[in-house]
């Protein structure tokens, strides 16, 4: 059983930063599985945001390219490092984990079993 708990968020100033964590644990966790950040707002689908492979390749939304970087330690903790953030980065943000070995970083819902019951980010 795998879970997953994210934390991190809080309320900024547009333009600050942020660090959320995700810290994976149970059966079936590995430090190189294929994981990624999604984030959602009330009444809008999940959206992907970052997500890293078991190579360490890395995959970003258009959005938050070049302001979010996403990396994990070898203690089955991921983070999402978010800065420059803006108003519409607002939501809550949900750490996600797939048993599979990935060749390349996903940012696909589909792509993902496992996941976590969020952090909430606002940008005022």
């Known amino acids: 059983h795998v879970q997953l708990v994210e934390s991190g968020g809080g309320s900024v100033p547009a333009g600050g930063s942020l660090r959320l964590s995700c810290a994976a644990s149970g059966e079936g966790v590995y430090s190189s599985a294929c994981m990624g950040w999604f984030r959602q707002v009330p009444g809008k689908e999940r959206e992907g945001v970052a997500g890293?492979?078991?190579?360490?390749?890395t995959n970003y939304a258009e959005s938050v390219e070049g302001r979010f970087t996403i990396f994990r330690d070898k203690k089955n903790t991921l983070y999402l490092q978010m800065s420059n953030l803006k108003r519409e980065d607002t939501g809550m943000y949900h750490c996600?984990?797939?048993?599979?070995?990935?060749?390349?970083?996903?940012?696909?819902?589909?792509?993902?079993?496992?996941w976590g019951q969020g952090t909430q980010v606002t940008v005022s």
């Open positions: 890293i492979d078991s190579y360490e390749g």
């Open positions: 996600a984990f797939s048993r599979y070995w990935c060749r390349v970083a996903t940012i696909r819902e589909v792509d993902y079993g496992h």
